[in-house]
């Protein structure tokens, strides 16, 4: 009998051990897997942290850029437009009291239609400059043509290009923006890369559009993030960015600089 207790007891006690064993090994478990998806939600948490911190700061650069053109303009109207208009008041005034003679007559006359030339001059460069009439009338392909060939003509730089742009293949905003990255970087490349040379290339390989530009400046190092994420960059990326896009810049220092911007299929 007292054998039957005690194989009876060892059995309890097998069993206790194995329940408390599961038990165990259960709870180890809900550890494990709470921990798991912990560490999953932080970096999910982290990731769209960094998504929101890149977001503000494309955001920023776009206003920032926006800020720096409306100061340009204004700058502009001021200095071209708004000085040439008092000359004509100026002279206009003179007219207006009627007490010239003949020779001095001509000589108001002449100048206001001389300020009145230049001015008509300057609002039209100003206009050019915020949409330029040819890409709204013939596309990008034509507007590059033109923007290169006026840079090849300042001999700030010499352009090589060979645009195969299908027509219409980007909508019209979208072709700003890729008009407005080639200007920002032939501007880098003449301001801040002294660079002699560059070349720009556009092809559409499998329904996307891949644009290329090159320059023989001065190139930086690549490792140097603060270098690469300038004002001029970070509006660049901002554009590619609403183009739906994505870049690849190659660099090094006093070895040119590189740029492979990609659209993918934007029909």
């Not at 911190?53 to 100061?71: A, P």
């Not at 001999?155 to 905003?173: C, G």
């Not at 530009?213 to 190139?219: T, V």
Request: no cysteine; aromatic share 6%; net charge neutral.
């Amino acid at each position: 009998m007292e054998e039957i207790f005690s194989n009876e007891n060892q059995v309890i006690q097998v069993v206790l051990i194995g329940v408390l064993m599961l038990l165990l090994m259960g709870s180890a478990l809900l550890i494990f897997f709470f921990l798991s998806r912990k560490k999953i939600v932080e970096k999910e948490l982290e990731k769209k942290s960094l998504e929101i911190t890149h977001q503000r700061e494309m955001i920023s650069s776009i206003i920032v850029t926006q800020e720096k053109e409306r100061k340009r303009i204004a700058q502009d109207l001021h200095d071209d437009i708004s000085s040439k208009l008092n000359v004509i008041n100026l002279n206009a005034n003179l007219l207006k009291d009627g007490e010239l003679k003949p020779e001095e007559y001509l000589l108001v006359n002449d100048t206001i239609l001389e300020a009145t030339d230049k001015t008509l001059e300057s609002a039209r460069k100003i206009a050019h400059n915020l949409l330029p009439p040819i890409l709204d009338k013939f596309g990008l392909k034509d507007a590059l043509e033109e923007l290169a060939d006026s840079f090849n003509n300042s001999r700030k730089i010499k352009i090589e290009y060979i645009l195969n742009y299908p027509k219409d293949f980007l909508s019209s905003q979208s072709e700003l923006h890729m008009f407005r990255i080639v200007q920002e970087l032939i501007n880098n490349s003449i301001r801040h890369g002294k660079a002699k040379n560059s070349s720009i290339n556009i092809e559409i390989i499998n329904k996307n559009l891949r644009f290329t530009y090159i320059d023989n400046g001065k190139g930086f190092n690549q490792n140097n993030l603060d270098h690469q994420k300038g004002l001029g960059m970070k509006n660049i990326e901002s554009r590619v960015s609403l183009l739906n896009g994505n870049y690849q810049i190659k660099s090094q220092k006093d070895k040119g600089f590189k740029i492979i911007i990609t659209i993918i299929n934007p029909s």
